[in-house]
Antibody, heavy 118, light 107 residues
Framework: QVHLQESGPGLVKPSQTLSLSCNFS??????????WTWIRQPPGKGLEWIGY???????YYNPSLTSRVSISLDTSRNQFSLEVTSVSAADTAFYFC??????????WGPGMLVTVSS | EIVLTQSPDFQSVPPKEKVTITCRASQNIGLSLHWYQQKPGQSPNLLIKFASRTISGVPSRFSGSGSGTVFTLTITSLEPEDAATYYC?????????FGQGTKVEVK
């Protein structure tokens, strides 16, 4: 069992940078590599994969967001982070952190709503 | 990008009845298709992985089948707590993509 919890500002002004963190519980030794993931969901809409970072810090981003997104990992603090630059109202969404391992997103945080508004 | 299309978008079904949701992929994804349940106000929860592999703790009334481009999630006997939106997800190619979701209402 892996527990994840998102944190960060719930309100961001247009053109500024959205910054979120996800704290996760220690992961038991496994043969599967973990990819620490961000997924978002605009209110009332579907799920969009933003990107992830592997245990050895290799990152993969959605091409639709790659120019504005950065994910980092701090294993000493059991934490990974998301930055989205130059936000607009279209970035308003519930942001979920999750673990991708063994082919699927097996554990998720509860999610948090980030609203982009002046 | 691999596009996943679910059908139907919405289903209203009486308790104890069978529910079938289909997910079609825009190209062959083998068995790399997974199903999630999302209840209102909650994060998604993994139900089925690799088309048909069950997940520990998920009720046995949930099952999956299919391969290639057509996949199915079946709920054999709908319970009130199954009211949720169901999403398919493919992990064959980047970016990861999800279907648009199927909302299931229990009549």
């Amino acid at each position: 069992q892996v527990h994840l919890q998102e944190s960060g500002p719930g309100l961001v002004k247009p053109s500024q940078t959205l910054s979120l963190s996800c704290n996760f519980s220690s992961v038991s030794i496994s043969t599967d590599v973990s990819y620490w993931t961000w997924i978002r969901q605009p209110p009332g809409k579907g799920l969009e994969w933003i990107g992830y970072i592997s245990d050895n810090r290799v990152t993969y981003y959605n091409p639709s967001l790659t120019s504005r997104v950065s994910i980092s990992l701090d294993t000493s603090r059991n934490q990974f982070s998301l930055e989205v630059t130059s936000v607009s109202a279209a970035d308003t969404a519930f942001y979920f952190c999750s673990r991708y391992s063994g082919g699927s997103f097996d554990f998720w945080g509860p999610g948090m709503l980030v609203t982009v508004s002046s | 990008e691999i596009v996943l299309t679910q059908s139907p978008d919405f289903q209203s079904v009486p308790p104890k009845e069978k529910v079938t949701i289909t997910c079609r992929a825009s190209q062959n994804i083998g068995l790399s298709l997974h199903w999630y349940q999302q209840k209102p106000g909650q994060s998604p929860n993994l139900l089925i992985k690799f088309a048909s592999r069950t997940i520990s703790g998920v009720p046995s009334r949930f099952s999956g089948s299919g391969s290639g481009t057509v996949f199915t999630l079946t709920i054999t006997s709908l319970e009130p707590e199954d009211a949720a939106t169901y999403y398919c997800h493919q992990s064959t190619g980047l970016p990861h993509t999800f279907g648009q979701g199927t909302k299931v209402e229990v009549k």
